[in-house]
């Protein structure tokens, strides 16, 4: 019981926690801030998990990474709306370069359980290797273009999104625990350390942002001049 509802606590936040940010890039058209590479990421991750849910028989995490699939996608794509500069060759082939990775080793994952032999149990035991170890890779470039430049317009970020990243990191993480997936582990305690980056950024330069409230005084001149009427001057 308690493990059903550890995966379908991290299922929900996961469908959930991109929504804030699909709100910001789509609707409000507000994407300074974000990382094309971890946006490219943000799409083929989840079709890595798909791939992996297929061949473990985890239907739970199929349905959740299509859903989380298809808002990376939206995401990606205002980006590339709102940005022109990021539709250059030379930026969409890094973005490419490390979708395209997970991509193909999710590909040859499905192409190799097909093979007599290989059962689709460990197909996905390697695949989920693969995962856990692009994770690592794949929660460097938001954090890193943040701590990077510290004049960078974040105003395209959605704080909700990446405190809804680091509970569904954290549920996640225990619920690979729970039943005993490394691969599930690793990958959610990256995501959960890069969300935690993300999140305290976002604080501090929150904090930074607010212009302090100035008292105002009342100029003491006026305490000490006497403004004569007519009366007084004798008129």
């Known amino acids: 019981m308690l493990t059903y509802a550890l995966g379908l606590v991290a299922a929900v936040l ?33 079709i890595g998990w798909i791939s992996y849910g297929l061949l473990a028989g985890q239907w739970l995490q199929v349905m959740t990474n299509a859903a989380t699939g298809l808002t990376g996608l939206a995401i990606m794509a205002a980006l590339l709306i709102t940005q022109p500069r990021l539709r250059s ?52 470039p938001q954090p890193l273009a943040l701590l990077r430049d510290r004049h960078l317009d974040l105003s395209g970020l959605s704080p909700l999104r990446w405190r809804m990243a680091a509970g569904a990191c954290a549920s996640w993480m225990t619920y690979g625990i ?29 904090e930074r942002a607010v212009v302090p409230v100035t008292r105002i005084i009342r100029p003491v001149w006026r305490d000490s001049v006497t403004t004569r009427t007519p009366a007084m001057a004798g008129v």
């Open 178 to 206: 729970v039943t005993g997936q490394p691969a599930l582990f690793a990958s959610s305690g990256v995501g959960l350390i890069s969300a935690a980056i993300v999140c305290t950024v976002l604080h501090r330069r929150r």
């Open 14 to 46: 996961s469908v959930s926690l991109s929504w804030p940010q699909v709100y910001k890039s789509c609707v409000q058209r507000r994407t300074s801030g974000l990382s094309a590479t971890a946006c490219a990421l943000g799409v083929a991750m989840p």
């Open 89 to 140: 060759r030379a930026a969409l082939r890094v973005a490419a370069t490390s979708a395209g990775a997970v991509v193909a080793a999710a590909l040859i994952s499905l192409g190799a359980a097909a093979l007599p032999g290989v059962s689709g149990h460990a197909a996905a035991s390697v695949l989920g290797t693969l995962l856990a170890g692009i994770s690592f890779v794949s929660a460097i």
